[in-house]
Structure formats: C-alpha cells, structure tokens
C-alpha cells in the first residue's frame, strides 16, 4: 500500500505488535493530558475501568499524578492498580464520594456505559475549585449538570477525541519510554469471528489483536 508521509509515524522498535491498539485507545487517553495543564502533585481520577481506562491509569501514573480508578465496581479494585491506581473510589458508595468531594484536579471518564455518566454532579462535586471534566468515552449522549455547580466552583467540561500526528508520534515515545502496555487478547485472523463475538458481548480483555502467519 502507498500512504502518504506525513500521515505515517515510526513504532518503537522496543514497542511489540501487539500494543497496535495504542493507536486508537492510546492517543485517545494520552491526549487529554496533553490539553489540560496540571502541576506534578496534582490529583486525576479515571473514570471507568476498561478499554481506555486501563491504559488512562497508566498515563496518569507515568506522568507523576496522585491516581484514582473510578468505578461502579468492587471487582475492578486490583486490577486498577496493577495499572497504576494508587487509590479506587466506588462510585455507587455515597459515602466513599462524599469524603473526597473536593479533592480533584482533574477527571477523566473513560466509561463506555453512557448511564455511569449521564448524571454528571456526583462527580463534579468530587472536583476542586476550577477542577476540569474531561469526556471522551461515550459518544451521542446527553450529560446532565448543574449550573450552580459549575458557576460558583468554577468548573469545567471539556470534550476530547484524539490528537494529530505529532501527538501520536510522543504518545507513542511516551508509552515505549514507560512501558505503557494494553492489556490484550491476541487471537489468528481466523478466528475473527469469535474475537468479533467477545467484542459484541464485552467479554474482551480489553482489546482483541489479530495476527497473520
């Protein structure tokens, strides 16, 4: 195939094939960090433990940030901090939210589930004066927030996606520098099938990789 050169980015010959899915779920976790500008101590939470998430602590981490794994689940705990979590909050325990209200620098929701983050208040009320919302993953909803709570602690919401070229190139560096490594299930191309099966029914951990002879 012919690709044009400006579109192309060099894989660290350190980084193995099988981190392919740091080309999408990478740049899209990396990028965040690269818009919001924090100062070294400060406080980032991950909001969903999956796909992105796994790979957002492990961003978070390697950049020096005290890091919290969010989620609606207990059985996430461990895993949260294989990836780098020095804390896990459950978002459904009212009191666990209530004690590190006002304690985040920054928030960064990784949930695919678009009802973990329809209602947005109990997680910006875990946010300091001028703390940021960051959504990036889940598309075509519509988030809920209070306006009082937005004016008079001076939060904001923000929207991300991915970067460009020159993002993917350091997020690529960054993530062959520190080991950043998705957790992935490699299968042959035959059996597409199946790996697109555990895909539809969220079975994957987390990312399937397809391989040719």
């Known amino acids: 195939m012919r690709v044009y050169h400006k579109f ?4 660290p010959e350190s980084m193995p094939s099988n981190n392919a899915p740091l080309l999408c779920a990478g740049i899209t976790t ?3 960090f690269m818009q919001h500008d924090l100062g070294h101590a400060s406080k980032v939470g991950i909001i969903g433990i999956g796909g992105l998430g796994h790979i957002a602590l492990q961003y978070s981490n390697a950049m020096g940030y005290e890091t919290v794994a969010i989620s609606t689940s207990e059985s996430k705990r461990e895993e949260a901090k294989e990836h780098g979590a020095r804390d896990f909050l459950i978002s459904k325990n009212e009191e666990e939210m209530k004690k590190s209200a006002h ?3 920054l928030l960064l929701s990784t949930a695919s589930n ?3 983050v329809e209602v947005l208040d109990p997680y910006l009320n875990l946010l300091k004066p001028g703390g940021t919302f960051v959504l990036s993953g889940v598309q075509g909803i519509n988030v809920q927030a209070s306006s009082i709570n937005l004016i008079f602690n001076r939060l904001k919401i923000a929207g991300s996606n991915i970067g460009g070229t020159q993002d993917m190139r350091e997020m690529l560096e960054f993530s062959a520098l520190h080991k950043i ?3 992935t299930e490699v299968m042959p191309f035959e059996k597409v099938n199946e790996a697109l099966d555990k895909v539809r029914k969220g079975t994957a951990r987390y990312r ?3 391989t040719r002879e």
Request: no cysteine; hydrophobic share 40%.
């Open 208 to 210: 399937m990789v397809l």
């Open 103 to 105: 304690t985040f620098d």
């Open 114 to 116: 678009s009802s973990q």
């Open 181 to 183: 490594t998705p957790k």
């Open 8 to 11: 192309l980015n060099l894989i």
């Open 30 to 32: 990396y990028f965040p």
